[in-house]
């Protein structure tokens, strides 16, 4: 029992850094209608920040994570505004692999002034870890932040998208963003504004992920980034609490498969929920049925 | 007995009543208008016709069989075609094509010939090739077979709309709005054709339409329709005349 | 002028063919000149790989419309099973000339039932969700590849997702697939000959099956598909007959790609999603429902980055920079502006030349 308890807990930790990345994600997708590829890739350059602010330069974590978030915001932006914006009008097929191509590029910078080596990442966190159950149960520090941090972004981006100008520029943006340009929205700082927060959100979920998962290379966003992208459209894409539930639902399906099936088929087992899920309900969770008129 | 006999039906979409108790015949050969006001129902009407949705209420016979509730492609199996409000052609294929993927399920050979090119084939093919001119030439657009569909005139797609519904050989045939965005001649002509479709491949016709000089001017009755539900019908001009239905489109 | 068209078409596929060919004595001739590189002769028979692949996917992606982003998962089917065939027959059927086609015919057909099985419930999706799905398959495909073990013994076949121990072999017994190591000693069948009439095979498949009434019908459906039903094309059917026949040829890649090799091992680099997306590049770059295209992207893009070789560290960086670059060019408003530009200059000059 315990032990189940114990998996549960860090199926809840992992599945919180999905619900971050999926929260951007989700974001990206429901306001430019893109799927952005590269997002999994600002997850790792937001770890390897760090990793050279703190664990290089000595920097205190506080620090190392600010200037993380910065960077990751400035990529963000200037990834939309050099690789997506002049696509704004193209097929989908087009951004797709656009965005590949910036995946590509991301992964092989790091690459470049980092090596393939695996980098082993120091954890920032300093929280102690809580102790239950007679010391049976240990609660990591990790855990606790990751989770805290996870709720306390996915409430304050939805009073976000509920009350301030922005964010109901970007509800508008998303339901038809033709009408909301001529409802005076300015479209483009939209667009970028929503990439801004998407990387921001993709860097703390990578000092937490490499916190959790202390190894890192060039190619550690990739995986994490495709599942929180599955997390979204699990939950729904574009719905921000289904991004949420998604990720969550997401880590502790895979933790308990690792632990109670196989620790090779926690990824198939990942992905045969998510079949399942699309199949009973081809919207996710959360989203919402358009049909096609005749 | 009647080409097409609807019996009181009636689709509801949560707790919209959008068709109620429509009732409709159409005799072989008949060239009939089915109007009303935007949002009246009347192409819920088409697409209930055509199996896109399914009635809640009541039949639909077609040369007497029953096809009420049966999925779209069985429909235009049992000899209903149909056009669309916004065209919807093969865009990237060319007229040719559009019209020989009409003939698809009335010349067939399997996938394997198609692959192996065997001598049926290339029999086939032929066929339709001369089967598609020659519907092609009827709308005066064999000149432009080659043309990729989306690169015609707006009013030759709604031309090569009809040239493909044709293909699949139907006993009846819908049109959604065929005048829509046309010009005075433009619709001139569009009325000839229809009337020639009508004589030449002694087809049943009912159509949609708002624009009231191509409805008096060639269909014989009518029926219209308001909210959902029958206001009146019958006989052209006598429908014309009513106050009833020039009140509905005057407003009240 | 319908006439025309038939034939314009018709000479464009020759042209298609006649490149491979072409292609392939050229190669040939360099190769008996001993002018080849050891390193671009082993590139060879992937390169047919990725030709096979991207045809195929094109079919997936251009003509059917389909965004598939886990084509590699059926050209892992495909080279599982035609080699697993391969190592249970190796000692019945000693002749590579019969066995070789034999185990394509098994791949190619496994590779076809996966489609099908895949491609039911997928189907049913659109747009983005059929690529994640697509992609989710093919995940799965590779991560339970890696935990099969099978064995053969006097009394069959035993299969086990555990190790090689709970197969419970007699000591004659011979494991064929060893979980996460794979399959070793697949006979060395393929070759760059074999791999260029694979090719000619799957171009002669693909463009045939284009220019009939099948291609037809899954273009219509791909164009409009309600329009498609109200005039009586079984959208299910002819959407399943693309996906299939897209993934039992790249279960014909697969089988190439698996005799190339001693070692057989499913990682996420061959047959992972990477891999699938690596595919959808040849395919858009060469222009999506363009097999020319795919063939001609396929042989670039795969050769670019050993050209690229010399800048070693930089190269796939330049890579991605490549694709980027590319794509802003040809799909962005400004870059058509200057593609238009470019042909208006040189039509101009013609004019006046005239």
Redesign the interface.
């Known amino acids: 029992m315990i032990g189940f308890i114990s998996y549960l807990v860090n199926g809840i930790s992992l599945g919180s850094v999905y619900a971050i990345i999926a929260l951007g994600y989700t974001m990206v997708?429901g306001i430019a209608k893109m799927?952005n590829f590269a997002h999994g890739d600002v997850i790792m350059v937001g770890a390897f920040v760090v990793f050279s602010t703190v664990s290089g330069m000595g920097l205190p974590p506080v620090i190392g994570i600010l200037i993380s978030v910065a960077v990751c915001t400035v990529l963000g932006v200037v990834i939309e505004r050099v690789?997506y914006k002049?696509?704004r009008?193209?097929?989908?097929?087009?951004v797709?692999?656009?965005a590949?191509?910036?995946s590509?590029?991301l992964?092989?910078?790091a690459?470049?002034i980092y090596g393939a080596n695996t980098k082993s990442f120091t954890s920032v966190v300093t929280v102690p870890p809580i102790t239950l159950a007679d010391g049976a149960l240990v609660i990591s520090g990790e855990t606790i932040v990751t989770v805290i941090a996870c709720i306390i972004i996915m409430i304050g981006l939805m009073a976000f998208m509920k009350y301030s100008k922005s964010g109901r520029a970007m509800l508008a943006v998303s339901e038809d963003s033709g009408a909301a340009q001529l409802m005076g929205v300015n479209v483009n700082s939209t667009i970028a504004l929503t990439f801004a927060i998407g990387s921001a959100l993709a860097a703390i979920a990578g000092v937490l992920l490499c916190s959790s998962y202390p190894s890192l290379t060039p190619y550690t966003g990739s995986m994490p980034g495709?599942k929180a992208?599955?997390a979204a459209?699990f939950g729904g894409?574009g719905s921000i609490p289904g991004a949420f539930i998604g990720g969550i639902l997401l880590g502790v399906i895979e933790i308990l498969g690792r632990a109670y099936i196989?620790s090779?088929?926690s990824?198939?087992i990942v992905?045969?929920v998510?079949?399942i899920v699309?199949?009973v309900k081809?919207t996710g969770i959360l989203g919402k049925q358009i049909q096609?008129k005749? | 007995m009647a080409l097409l006999e609807v019996k009181n039906l009636g689709i509801s979409f949560g707790g919209l009543r959008a068709v109620d108790d429509f009732s409709l015949t159409i005799e072989q050969g008949e060239l009939y208008g089915l109007i009303g006001p935007n949002g009246a129902g009347k192409t819920t009407i088409f697409n209930l016709l055509?199996g896109?949705y399914k009635p809640t209420d009541g039949y639909i016979m077609l040369d007497g069989e029953n096809i009420t509730g049966k999925k779209?492609?069985e429909i235009?199996?049992h000899g209903i075609?149909?056009t669309?409000q916004n065209i919807?052609?093969?865009?990237?294929?060319?007229v040719?094509?559009?019209v020989?993927?009409?003939l698809?399920?009335h010349?067939?050979?399997s996938?394997l010939?198609?692959?192996?090119?065997l001598p049926k084939?290339y029999k086939?093919?032929k066929e339709?090739?001369e089967r598609a001119?020659e519907l092609l030439k009827v709308f005066d657009l064999d000149?432009e077979?080659?043309y990729k569909a989306s690169n015609l005139p707006y009013g030759k797609q709604r031309k090569l709309e009809i040239a493909?519904?044709l293909?699949?050989d139907p006993k009846l045939l819908l049109l959604d709005e065929p005048a829509a965005g046309m010009n005075p001649n433009e619709t001139q002509e569009l009325m000839k054709t229809i009337r020639f479709v009508r004589d030449e491949f002694h087809m049943t016709i009912l159509l949609i339409e708002h624009d009231m000089k191509l409805v008096s001017g060639i269909c014989e009755r009518l029926t219209v329709l308001n909210f959902g539900q029958i206001l009146a019908e019958g006989e052209t001009t006598e429908v014309l005349n009513d106050p009833k239905v020039i009140a509905a489109y005057l407003g009240e | 002028?319908?006439m025309?068209?038939l034939s314009k078409t018709t000479r464009s596929n020759l042209i298609t063919y006649g490149m491979v060919i072409a292609a392939y004595i050229i190669v040939e001739i360099f190769l008996r000149a001993d002018m080849v590189s050891s390193l671009m002769e082993g590139l060879l028979v992937p390169l047919c790989v990725y030709v096979i692949l991207a045809v195929s996917l094109n079919l997936t992606?251009g003509i059917s419309g389909e965004?598939s982003l886990g084509h590699a998962g059926f050209m892992c089917v495909g080279a599982f099973a035609g080699a697993t065939f391969s190592k249970c027959v190796e000692e019945v059927i000693t002749s590579s000339l019969l066995r070789f086609p034999l185990a394509i015919l098994v791949g190619t057909a496994a590779a076809a039932l996966f489609g099908i099985l895949v491609g039911i419930?997928v189907l049913?999706?659109k747009?983005?969700?059929l690529?994640?799905?697509t992609?989710?398959?093919g995940?799965?495909i590779k991560?339970?590849v890696?935990?099969i073990y099978l064995g053969r013994d006097s009394r069959g076949f035993h299969i086990s997702?555990k190790d090689t121990v709970s197969l419970g072999l007699e000591d004659d017994g011979e494991v064929i697939i060893k979980g996460?190591q794979g399959i070793t000693g697949t006979p060395n069948d393929s070759t760059f000959l074999i791999g260029i009439i694979l090719i000619l095979i799957t171009l002669?498949?693909v463009i045939?099956?284009i220019?009939?009434?099948?291609?037809?019908?899954i273009?219509?459906i791909?164009?409009?598909r309600?329009?498609?039903?109200?005039?009586?094309?079984?959208?299910t059917r002819y959407k399943l007959?693309a996906f299939a026949v897209s993934a039992a040829l790249a279960g014909t890649a697969g089988v190439l790609y698996a005799h190339n090799l001693s070692t057989l091992t499913a990682l996420p680099k061959n047959f992972g999603?990477n891999m699938s997306?690596t595919i959808?590049?040849f395919v858009?770059?060469g222009g999506?429902?363009n097999i020319r295209g795919s063939v001609i992207a396929a042989v670039v893009l795969t050769l670019l980055p050993e050209l690229l070789r010399s800048l070693n560290?930089?190269r796939?960086?330049i890579?991605?920079?490549i694709?980027?670059a590319t794509?802003?060019f040809?799909?962005?408003?400004?870059?058509q502006e200057i593609q238009e530009r470019i042909k208006l200059f040189f039509k101009r000059r013609k004019t006046k030349e005239a």
């Open positions: 997708y799927l690789a002049p696509l009008h193209a097929s989908k097929l087009a797709l692999i656009t590949i191509g910036v590509y590029f992964q092989n910078m690459l470049l495709i992208f599955v459209v894409i196989s090779q088929l990824d198939a992905f045969a998510l079949i699309l199949l081809p096609e005749v | 055509t896109v779209t492609i235009n199996r075609a149909r669309f919807r052609l093969f865009s990237e294929l060319t040719l094509d559009n020989k993927v009409g698809h399920n010349h067939p050979y996938t010939t198609g692959i192996l090119r084939y086939v093919e339709m090739n001119m000149q077979a080659d493909r519904a293909a699949t | 002028m319908k025309r068209n992606v965004l419930p049913r999706l747009g983005d969700y690529a994640i799905v992609l989710a398959f995940e799965i991560n339970v890696n935990v997702i996460a002669f498949i045939n099956l220019n009939s009434r099948t291609g037809r019908a273009m219509a791909r164009d409009n309600i329009a498609a039903e109200s005039i009586g094309v079984n959208v007959l999603y997306i959808l590049v858009v770059l999506i429902g560290d930089y796939m960086l890579y991605a920079v694709l980027i794509m802003i040809t799909s962005s408003q400004g870059g």
